[in-house]
Protein backbone atom coordinates (compact mmCIF):
# COMPACT_ATOMS: atom_id res chain seq x y z
CA UNK A 1 0.00 0.00 0.00
CA UNK A 2 1.44 3.59 -1.09
CA UNK A 3 1.85 6.07 2.16
CA UNK A 4 -0.10 8.85 0.20
CA UNK A 5 -2.69 7.32 -2.04
CA UNK A 6 -4.63 9.76 -5.17
CA UNK A 7 -6.99 9.07 -7.44
CA UNK A 8 -5.35 10.07 -10.60
CA UNK A 9 -7.65 11.43 -12.45
CA UNK A 10 -8.37 12.99 -15.12
CA UNK A 11 -11.02 15.12 -13.71
CA UNK A 12 -12.24 16.89 -16.98
CA UNK A 13 -14.51 20.13 -15.69
CA UNK A 14 -15.52 23.32 -17.83
CA UNK A 15 -14.84 26.44 -16.24
CA UNK A 16 -16.65 27.83 -13.77
CA UNK A 17 -17.15 24.19 -12.09
CA UNK A 18 -16.47 23.52 -8.31
CA UNK A 19 -14.00 20.30 -8.06
CA UNK A 20 -13.03 18.59 -5.25
CA UNK A 21 -9.61 15.71 -5.02
CA UNK A 22 -9.10 13.41 -2.03
CA UNK A 23 -5.86 12.28 -0.38
CA UNK A 24 -5.18 9.11 2.16
CA UNK A 25 -2.26 9.04 3.72
CA UNK A 26 -1.02 5.87 6.59
CA UNK A 27 1.46 7.02 8.27
CA UNK A 28 -0.51 8.34 11.61
CA UNK A 29 2.96 10.52 12.97
CA UNK A 30 2.35 12.88 9.68
CA UNK A 31 2.73 16.16 11.12
CA UNK A 32 2.66 18.57 7.80
CA UNK A 33 0.56 18.27 4.85
CA UNK A 34 0.43 20.20 1.54
CA UNK A 35 -1.04 20.34 -1.88
CA UNK A 36 1.23 20.57 -4.42
CA UNK A 37 0.39 21.93 -7.82
CA UNK A 38 3.01 20.39 -10.89
CA UNK A 39 2.55 21.49 -14.68
CA UNK A 40 3.26 18.97 -17.59
CA UNK A 41 7.39 18.80 -17.43
CA UNK A 42 7.98 21.12 -14.29
CA UNK A 43 8.37 20.89 -10.87
CA UNK A 44 6.06 20.80 -8.31
CA UNK A 45 5.73 23.96 -6.66
CA UNK A 46 3.80 24.70 -2.91
CA UNK A 47 0.10 25.60 -3.50
CA UNK A 48 -0.70 25.43 0.14
CA UNK A 49 -0.27 24.02 3.56
CA UNK A 50 -3.13 22.08 5.43
CA UNK A 51 -4.40 22.77 8.59
CA UNK A 52 -6.27 21.16 10.90
CA UNK A 53 -8.82 23.80 11.14
CA UNK A 54 -8.70 23.74 7.56
CA UNK A 55 -7.85 26.62 5.28
CA UNK A 56 -8.71 28.83 2.41
CA UNK A 57 -6.38 30.75 -0.43
CA UNK A 58 -8.72 32.34 -2.40
CA UNK A 59 -10.61 29.83 -4.79
CA UNK A 60 -8.84 26.81 -2.92
CA UNK A 61 -9.55 25.00 0.36
CA UNK A 62 -7.79 22.58 1.83
CA UNK A 63 -8.70 20.49 4.86
CA UNK A 64 -7.29 17.91 7.31
CA UNK A 65 -9.12 15.49 9.13
CA UNK A 66 -6.36 13.45 11.09
CA UNK A 67 -8.64 10.62 12.67
CA UNK A 68 -9.25 9.61 9.46
CA UNK A 69 -5.97 10.12 7.62
CA UNK A 70 -7.97 12.43 5.20
CA UNK A 71 -6.75 15.23 3.16
CA UNK A 72 -8.94 17.33 0.74
CA UNK A 73 -8.56 20.49 -1.95
CA UNK A 74 -11.60 22.10 -3.19
CA UNK A 75 -11.22 24.35 -6.08
CA UNK A 76 -14.40 26.77 -6.91
CA UNK A 77 -14.85 28.50 -10.30
CA UNK A 78 -12.25 26.52 -11.97
CA UNK A 79 -9.84 28.59 -14.77
CA UNK A 80 -8.39 27.13 -17.49
CA UNK A 81 -5.01 27.72 -15.85
CA UNK A 82 -5.40 25.38 -13.19
CA UNK A 83 -5.62 22.49 -15.11
CA UNK A 84 -2.71 20.38 -13.66
CA UNK A 85 -1.46 17.81 -11.71
CA UNK A 86 -2.39 17.91 -8.03
CA UNK A 87 0.25 16.08 -5.58
CA UNK A 88 -1.26 15.45 -1.61
CA UNK A 89 2.16 15.41 -0.14
CA UNK A 90 2.90 14.99 3.68
CA UNK A 91 5.92 15.04 5.96
CA UNK A 92 6.70 13.36 8.89
CA UNK A 93 8.88 15.91 10.59
CA UNK A 94 9.74 19.42 9.43
CA UNK A 95 13.08 19.55 7.42
CA UNK A 96 13.04 16.24 6.14
CA UNK A 97 12.12 14.49 3.14
CA UNK A 98 8.37 14.72 1.46
CA UNK A 99 6.82 12.11 0.69
CA UNK A 100 4.05 12.51 -2.51
CA UNK A 101 0.27 10.74 -4.03
CA UNK A 102 0.95 10.02 -7.39
CA UNK A 103 -0.72 13.04 -8.35
CA UNK A 104 -4.53 13.69 -9.64
CA UNK A 105 -4.66 15.37 -12.88
CA UNK A 106 -7.25 18.16 -13.16
CA UNK A 107 -8.56 19.27 -17.06
CA UNK A 108 -9.98 22.35 -17.39
CA UNK A 109 -12.21 23.15 -20.30
CA UNK A 110 -13.91 25.99 -21.89
CA UNK B 1 17.71 33.78 -11.13
CA UNK B 2 17.99 32.84 -7.48
CA UNK B 3 15.38 29.56 -7.53
CA UNK B 4 17.68 26.40 -7.75
CA UNK B 5 18.99 25.39 -10.67
CA UNK B 6 19.88 22.46 -12.08
CA UNK B 7 22.55 20.74 -15.14
CA UNK B 8 21.67 19.21 -16.96
CA UNK B 9 18.23 19.48 -18.06
CA UNK B 10 18.41 16.77 -20.05
CA UNK B 11 20.54 14.09 -20.35
CA UNK B 12 20.98 11.16 -22.77
CA UNK B 13 22.74 8.10 -21.94
CA UNK B 14 23.53 4.49 -23.45
CA UNK B 15 22.86 1.53 -20.91
CA UNK B 16 26.41 1.23 -18.59
CA UNK B 17 27.39 4.54 -18.89
CA UNK B 18 27.68 6.61 -15.74
CA UNK B 19 26.06 10.31 -15.37
CA UNK B 20 26.55 12.96 -13.08
CA UNK B 21 24.37 15.60 -12.19
CA UNK B 22 24.84 18.85 -10.70
CA UNK B 23 22.24 21.12 -8.30
CA UNK B 24 23.11 24.23 -7.07
CA UNK B 25 20.39 25.47 -4.27
CA UNK B 26 19.10 28.33 -3.07
CA UNK B 27 22.64 29.98 -1.52
CA UNK B 28 20.82 30.34 2.15
CA UNK B 29 19.36 27.45 2.42
CA UNK B 30 21.30 24.74 4.28
CA UNK B 31 19.17 21.67 3.38
CA UNK B 32 18.90 19.73 -0.22
CA UNK B 33 16.50 17.04 -1.33
CA UNK B 34 16.73 14.56 -4.58
CA UNK B 35 14.15 13.51 -5.82
CA UNK B 36 13.15 10.83 -8.59
CA UNK B 37 9.92 10.78 -10.48
CA UNK B 38 8.32 8.61 -13.57
CA UNK B 39 6.20 9.32 -15.74
CA UNK B 40 2.66 9.66 -14.02
CA UNK B 41 4.26 9.11 -10.39
CA UNK B 42 4.80 11.72 -7.86
CA UNK B 43 8.38 12.27 -7.01
CA UNK B 44 10.34 9.82 -4.38
CA UNK B 45 12.92 10.43 -2.06
CA UNK B 46 15.96 9.71 -2.57
CA UNK B 47 18.84 11.41 0.04
CA UNK B 48 19.17 14.59 1.65
CA UNK B 49 21.80 16.35 3.07
CA UNK B 50 21.79 19.32 5.74
CA UNK B 51 24.72 21.06 4.70
CA UNK B 52 27.74 18.50 4.19
CA UNK B 53 26.06 15.52 5.80
CA UNK B 54 23.99 13.28 4.16
CA UNK B 55 21.72 12.66 6.78
CA UNK B 56 19.13 10.32 5.22
CA UNK B 57 19.27 7.62 1.95
CA UNK B 58 16.34 6.09 0.70
CA UNK B 59 16.38 2.45 0.10
CA UNK B 60 15.61 3.02 -3.55
CA UNK B 61 19.26 4.42 -3.80
CA UNK B 62 20.68 1.24 -4.59
CA UNK B 63 24.88 1.33 -4.55
CA UNK B 64 25.17 2.70 -8.24
CA UNK B 65 23.84 6.08 -6.68
CA UNK B 66 26.49 8.38 -4.88
CA UNK B 67 25.28 12.00 -3.79
CA UNK B 68 27.99 14.66 -2.48
CA UNK B 69 27.26 18.08 -1.36
CA UNK B 70 31.01 18.54 -0.63
CA UNK B 71 31.23 22.09 0.73
CA UNK B 72 27.82 22.49 1.77
CA UNK B 73 26.64 24.22 -1.38
CA UNK B 74 25.95 22.76 -4.47
CA UNK B 75 25.28 18.85 -5.00
CA UNK B 76 26.56 16.13 -7.15
CA UNK B 77 24.20 12.79 -8.05
CA UNK B 78 26.06 10.38 -9.90
CA UNK B 79 24.22 7.05 -11.44
CA UNK B 80 26.64 4.22 -12.08
CA UNK B 81 26.37 1.92 -14.67
CA UNK B 82 22.97 3.40 -16.00
CA UNK B 83 20.19 1.41 -16.60
CA UNK B 84 16.45 1.22 -18.57
CA UNK B 85 14.98 1.78 -15.10
CA UNK B 86 16.89 4.71 -14.10
CA UNK B 87 15.19 6.87 -16.63
CA UNK B 88 12.93 9.54 -14.69
CA UNK B 89 13.06 13.61 -13.71
CA UNK B 90 15.45 14.01 -11.04
CA UNK B 91 14.40 16.41 -8.79
CA UNK B 92 16.54 18.44 -6.55
CA UNK B 93 15.05 20.57 -4.00
CA UNK B 94 16.41 22.93 -0.88
CA UNK B 95 14.84 24.61 2.45
CA UNK B 96 16.19 26.20 5.55
CA UNK B 97 16.82 23.01 8.25
CA UNK B 98 13.45 23.32 9.63
CA UNK B 99 11.13 25.21 8.04
CA UNK B 100 8.74 23.21 5.81
CA UNK B 101 8.35 24.41 2.25
CA UNK B 102 11.08 22.55 -0.21
CA UNK B 103 11.61 25.00 -3.27
CA UNK B 104 12.38 22.84 -6.66
CA UNK B 105 14.55 23.15 -9.20
CA UNK B 106 13.16 22.45 -13.01
CA UNK B 107 14.48 18.35 -13.33
CA UNK B 108 17.31 16.57 -15.08
CA UNK B 109 15.32 14.57 -17.56
CA UNK B 110 17.67 10.97 -18.33
CA UNK B 111 16.40 8.55 -20.59
CA UNK B 112 18.84 5.49 -20.70
CA UNK B 113 18.60 3.58 -24.08
Known amino acids: RKEVEQDPGPFNVPEGATVAFNCTYSNSASQSFFWYRQDCRKEPKLLMSVYSSGNEDGRFTAQLNRASQYISLLIRDSKLSDSATYLCVVNVRAGNMLTFGGGTRLMVKP | DTGVSQDPRHKITKRGQNVTFRCDPISEHNRLYWYRQTLGQGPEFLTYFQNEAQLEKSRLLSDRFSAERPKGSFSTLEIQRTEQGDSAMYLC???????????FGPGTRLTVL
Open chain 2, 93 to 103: ASSFWSYNEQF
